[in-house]
């Protein structure tokens, strides 16, 4: 997140009057919320939002696609790209100018099919696929839109105008729908129009959003039409996402990138490994699925090098190089990364060592350390709020007792603190060194060609596409290393969050269930996730995948509709090694149960291209080779020297070589039709992502499902396990032992990343910003749908409104401190204070205010939640300002969720109000002072900062500016747009669903 302070905005609607939350529910605002029943108004700018039950729009028209239409690429063309932004662009003209003497590519056969069909008389056949019917009403959005294409001459225009929309159809669409609470119709869309035909058994249709539409006559052809569509709209980020997954990024970017690349090959697979999961852990129908997507990327790639200059994302000729075809270890690799950054959690041990050591350190009595180090890193509360109600049933995931529980703390704590702290990092967790950029520029183009590398074969360019880069003027050059920094970044931040809820009939006014979405993955340009509808081969649903993946992982069928949240489980563990050379001269040994065993040890050879001053050049031409290590508990990810000899971390998995097993799974679920079927998918699942599931029979379901170890009970999973024996896993939890609910007796489930059931132990720390405690983000979920029975679709849309600018620390700590009210001694200041707090219905945002943010427009928050904001970090100061800072930090670290309640402040409010847990603080955080004196010292402190930075004591103008999502172009805005909107916590693809 970044903010933007420039122009203040006023304040457009008081919502931080008396307005409580039930007027969200029956008041929601009908300009924001386009959803069936209510009124509908557009955006400056932008299409009306259609409505379920209404015919689908035409596509929406902003000023900028309209000026797209108008502009000429005859008259793009004279006025030449180097006008419309050659600085940032890069080596664009160079292309453009070089380009178009290239002869076509020949594509597979395939490709003469992919014209609109005809009649005998040669005139356009008339669409004849239809939708099924669906027993359901649904509602999508997904900003910033469908598209992530910025073609060459779209990548100009849109730099000549500043505009978003101008970059490319449907790149811009859905931007200012989302910000203003609006929806779009989300569902089975009516074909018309004339397909594309990619194969001869399919036919894709593209809804007013630019959605694809497909009908196969086969699973094979449905998924071959995916891909080709992935490819068409999101080829730059799909290479991108495949790159990560396969360590091949620096062969793209340079050797700032080789880093990423080594813990790839670290933590990944080989092909060989690859293919036996495919045959092994895939049915031939989802190979099939596979096989089809693959295909049809391919099949786009040859259409694109046969016309470079329509169809060649611009993010190809800023980096000097052209897209390659893909391969089927592609697809799984992509999936096995989402798997691992999305659904996987855990690995981060060390960083639990160096917060006790840190403690211990910081007190002489080691006690005293050990018992701060719990109390802000506790495994369970067991008042903590959970998703699965105790009426449902407790799920552990611990074989310990309490007192086992307490021994296996302090032999683990004695043992991680005696280990080196250089196993923290090294190669498998991204710890490497990058090289340096050996030789001169000029080498890189005279340098022989790697195998694969394309860009070489174009005729006309000497030293191929690569040698263009080294001719950049100086500005260009900027532009093209900030967009290698920026795609990396992109990269890193791959994270997985989301929110969920499931209605049952005996709550909802039709008496049907329903259902709300929001995975929260970040913005950008285009998002992670893609949103499509397949029909034919079995599949009949419509959701959201990431491009590249043949499935509907998160969305709806004909009579059934599921979500998907980050499980957060602790499925990563860090296992000790001893490790010695090899007395035979082979691979490194460890030392297992008493004898030494050879690691199984491989060479990875990283290629990465010449940066000179961050821009790359030429071809992928220099390469580091790694020796690439594995126990039988999984990769090793660094190494250390103690004083007892060699020691090595590896990170066991436990999802370790099933991973694909998931994708399975998924496509059970693109072909359910009840809860049987889905059931039957759920069965499949390996990944730690919390699904919920409604229906048209009524059902609501939740499992908390994946792949699960049994921990020895000598472990503390907080801390490194010694890899030795004695201490291995006891296998995994049975699938129907893993934390679920189906028709729970409270009528609703609902889930945003909370902790799944009583009794299953959770580390705190492992999830920043979801802590296991008293108060947890989604109570702001529940507490609008526990005490109703009357709810209607259009609350769905008003449930989202409202956590999206709601500051989720209010609701516990705003009553304690108005407990203040009753201190006789308070100032005028304190008082006046106490009442704009005891007034404000911890809206943190004035929505729409700020939607034009890009422009030059900067909003502004109330004084309530600006003095609020402040407060939170002034208590915090009070209680833990003793303690060492990178311990606090570690319980406090950033999230996606800006206004989240973190770790630290459940422990404020255990120490404030014991009575919320059922633990008890080890050490007196209060210093002798009562709960009152710490809340007024405070406020007190919270006032004076704030009388200090806004220079007056008038604190009707205390408004702190709005915090800002950044929303860019995978290169940051070189290619494509950047700009910033309000920040609002909400899904970045929502869709509902209520039943009929």
């Known amino acids: ?188 869309a009516k074909p018309t129009g004339q397909p594309e035909q990619p194969t001869a058994g399919a036919r894709l249709y593209r809804d007013a959003y630019g959605v694809p539409v497909i009908y196969g006559d086969s699973a094979f052809d449905v998924w071959f039409a995916a891909g080709w569509a992935f490819a068409q709209d999101r080829l730059f980020e799909m290479d991108a996402i495949r790159r990560l997954a396969t360590g091949r990024l620096a062969e793209l970017t340079g050797p700032s990138a080789v880093p990423g690349d ?354 790359p050049v030429g071809p992928p031409a220099e390469s580091v080779s790694v020796e690439v290590c594995r126990t039988h508990h999984g990769p090793i990810v660094a190494t250390a020297q103690s004083s007892t000899g060699g020691l090595a971390r590896s990170w066991a998995f436990a999802i370790r070589y099933r991973e694909l097993q998931t994708m399975s799974g998924i496509l059970q679920w693109n072909r359910a039709q009840n809860l049987e079927e889905f059931a039957a998918g759920m069965e499949r699942v390996t990944w730690n992502e919390n699904t919920m599931y409604a229906d048209a029979d009524g059902n609501i379901a939740y499992w908390h499902p994946g792949l699960y170890p049994v921990r020895s009970k000598k472990v503390d999973l907080r801390f490194p396990t010694p890899g030795t024996g004695g201490y291995e896993w006891e296998g ?35 999830a920043p910003g979801q802590p296991a405690g008293a108060v947890q983000r989604v109570q702001d979920i529940t507490s609008m749908i526990a005490n109703r029975n009357d709810l209607t679709f259009s609350d769905l849309a008003a449930i989202d409104r409202y956590i999206g600018i709601t500051d989720h620390r209010a609701r516990s700590l705003v009553p304690l401190v108005m407990g203040l009210r009753r201190t006789k001694d308070l100032s005028a200041e304190e008082r006046a204070a106490l009442s704009l707090l005891a007034s404000w219905d911890y809206a943190a945002y004035d929505p729409p205010a700020g939607v034009e943010m890009g422009v030059s427009t900067t909003t502004t928050d109330g004084p309530a939640p600006t003095i609020f904001s402040e407060l939170v970090v002034a208590l915090r100061s009070e209680l833990f300002g003793f303690l060492p800072a990178q311990v606090v930090a570690a319980d406090d670290q950033p999230s996606i969720h800006l206004f989240d309640i973190k770790p630290i402040d459940n422990l404020a409010l255990r120490i404030l109000e014991p009575a919320s847990s059922s633990l008890r603080p080890s050490y007196d955080y209060l210093s002798g002072r009562s709960r009152t004196e710490v809340l007024k010292a405070s406020l007190g402190r919270a006032l004076q900062v704030l009388a200090e930075r806004f220079n007056t004591n008038d604190m009707l103008s205390w408004r702190r500016p709005h915090p800002t999502s950044s929303v860019c172009s995978l290169t940051g805005g070189v290619i494509g747009p950047c700009l910033a909107m309000p920040f609002e916590d909400r899904g970045t693809y929502i869709h509902h669903v209520v039943f009929s």
Request: a negative charge; proline letters at 10%.
């Open 1 to 188: 997140m970044n903010e933007d302070h420039s122009h203040p905005e006023p304040e457009t609607r008081a919502l931080h009057g008396a307005a409580s939350k039930s007027d969200y529910l029956k008041d929601a605002d009908p300009k924001s919320s386009p959803i069936p029943g209510q009124a509908s108004t557009a955006t400056p700018g932008q299409a009306s939002s259609p409505i379920p039950g209404q015919a689908p729009t035409a596509t929406p028209e902003t000023p900028e696609t309209q000026e797209h239409a108008r502009i000429s690429r005859r008259r793009l063309l004279q006025a030449g790209v180097a006008a419309a932004g050659a600085a940032a662009v890069g080596p664009i003209p160079s292309i453009r100018r070089l380009l178009p003497g290239q002869p076509g590519r020949s594509g597979p056969s395939r490709l003469s099919s992919s014209r609109s069909p005809v009649d005998q008389a040669g005139n356009p056949a008339p669409a004849t696929d239809v939708p099924p019917p669906q027993q359901l009403q649904a509602i999508t959005v997904a900003p910033p839109g469908q598209s992530g294409f910025f073609s060459l001459e779209g990548e100009a225009l849109g730099k000549l105008t500043g505009k978003p929309g101008s970059y490319g159809a449907n790149v811009d669409n859905q931007r200012l729908l989302y910000w203003t609470f609006g929806y779009k119709p989300g569902n089975f």
């Open 262 to 615: 080594v813990q790839a090959r670290v933590l990944g697979y080989t092909s060989s490994e690859y293919e036996t999961m495919f045959s092994e852990l895939l049915t031939k129908q989802d190979q099939l699925a596979v096989e089809g997507c693959v295909s049809g990327i391919n099949a786009w790639i040859d259409k694109v090098l046969s016309d470079p200059l329509q169809l060649l994302p611009a993010e190809y000729a800023l980096l000097s190089s052209l897209p390659e075809r893909w391969e089927r270890v592609d697809v799984l690799a992509s999936g096995v990364l989402i798997v691992l950054s999305v659904a996987s959690a855990g690995g981060n041990e060390m960083q639990n060592v160096a917060n006790l050591v840190a403690l211990e350190q910081a007190f002489p009595e080691v006690s005293t350390a050990r018992g701060i180090f719990q109390d802000l890193f506790w495994l369970e509360d067991a008042k903590a709020v959970t998703t699965v109600p105790q009426s449902s049933g407790r799920f552990p995931n611990s074989l310990q007792s309490p007192s086992e529980q307490r021994a296996a703390f302090e032999a683990m704590a004695d043992y991680a603190t005696s280990l080196p702290s250089s196993l923290a990092n090294g190669p498998g967790t991204g710890a490497f060194p990058a090289p340096g950029n050996l030789g001169p520029v000029s080498s890189a183009s005279s340098a022989p060609m790697a195998a694969g590398f394309e860009p070489a074969s174009l005729p006309g360019v000497p030293g191929g596409l690569g040698a263009l880069n080294a001719q950049l003027p100086e500005a260009a050059r900027a532009g093209v290393s900030r967009a290698v920094a920026a795609l990396q970044a992109w990269g890193r931040a791959l994270h997985g969050g989301s929110y969920q809820v499931a209605i049952s009939p005996k709550r909802s006014a039709t008496g049907t269930a329903m259902l709300i979405s929001g995975p929260q993955l970040g913005y950008s340009y285009p998002s992670e996730l893609y949103e499509i509808e397949v029909h034919g081969g079995g599949y009949n649903a419509r959701g959201a995948t990431v491009p590249g993946l043949p499935v509907v992982g998160i969305g709806y069928g004909t009579r059934i509709a599921w979500a998907l949240t980050t499980g957060e489980s602790k499925t990563i563990d860090s296992f000790i090694e001893t490790t010695r050379p090899n007395p035979n001269g082979g691979p490194p040994q460890y030392l297992f149960n008493g004898r030494w065993l050879d690691q199984e040890c491989r060479t990875e050879t990283v290629r990465y291209r010449l940066a000179p001053g961050g821009v």
């Open 732 to 766: 995994m939890i049975p699938t129907n032992e893993m934390p679920h609910a189906i028709n729970p007796a409270q009528g609703y489930l609902a889930n945003w990343n909370t902790k799944p059931s009583v009794a299953w132990l959770e580390e705190a720390g492992a």
